[in-house]
């Protein structure tokens, strides 16, 4: 079964530095995986997908993930940080065993930033 | 373009109530719809998806139901709340298909009291 595994609940970074948000996998597949961030009382906002087109995948705001088969991570970075990216981001993987394609998450990663 | 619409934004109901959280699509048609709990620390919980009128699937055994009655509309429904049903409800849809992104619609917070 696929499922997705987000290392840290809560990173801290200063205004200006570089934000590094760690993603790994497990699929029996090929996967689909997403990030989505979340701001407080919100729903989840689609930030990037990896559809095997392009290892390097740049999604909105500045952020961009890189997929790494060898290490089954998908890590999403932004080179530098703004107060505005302070919010949740979750990492997701397609179910591809479900009829229903639902998307599983990870527990999310809280994103604090510090001026 | 597409939207989706979720209501009530917030509901406090006492044990035992019974819940209705509805949800609705626009710009589309036949999508693939979810309900999603998300609880503090645990990310999102997929608690039922329906990929036709009528067509529910359910992912956690609970005192939860949902239905499909139009094909643009999913309610999310509970004939009496437990303590532990409360958290935030995240309705989304996709075009179906693997691989789909899903897009969510702005949540209802529940607290049972």
């Known amino acids: 079964a696929q499922s997705v595994t987000q290392l840290g609940s809560h990173v801290s970074v200063s205004e200006g530095a570089l934000v590094l948000l760690r993603c790994n996998y497990s699929s029996s597949v090929p996967p689909y995986l997403f990030w989505y961030v979340q701001y407080p009382n919100q729903g989840l906002q689609l930030l990037l997908k990896y559809t095997s087109a392009a290892t390097l995948v740049k999604g909105i705001n500045g952020f961009e993930a890189e997929f790494k088969k060898s290490e089954t991570s998908f890590h999403l970075t932004k080179p530098s940080a703004h107060m505005s990216d302070a919010a949740e981001y979750f990492c997701a993987v397609s179910d591809g065993n479900q009829a229903g394609t639902a998307l599983i998450f990870g527990k999310g990663t809280t994103l604090s930033v510090s001026s | 373009s597409q939207t989706i619409h979720q209501w009530p934004a917030t509901l406090v109901q006492p044990v035992g109530s019974p819940l209705s959280l509805e949800c609705t699509v626009e710009g589309t048609s036949n999508p693939n719809l979810y309900w999603y709990r998300q609880a503090a620390g645990r990310g999102l919980q997929l608690l039922f998806y329906s990929v036709g009128i009528g067509q529910i699937s359910s992912e956690v055994p609970q005192n939860l139901s949902a239905s499909r009655p139009q094909d643009r509309q999913f309610i999310l429904s509970s004939k009496k709340l437990l303590l532990s049903d409360s958290g935030f409800y995240l309705c989304?849809?996709?075009?179906?298909?693997?691989?789909?992104?899903?897009?969510f619609g702005e949540g209802s917070r529940l607290t049972v009291l």
């Open positions: 989304a849809w996709s075009s179906g298909g693997w691989g789909r992104e899903l897009f």
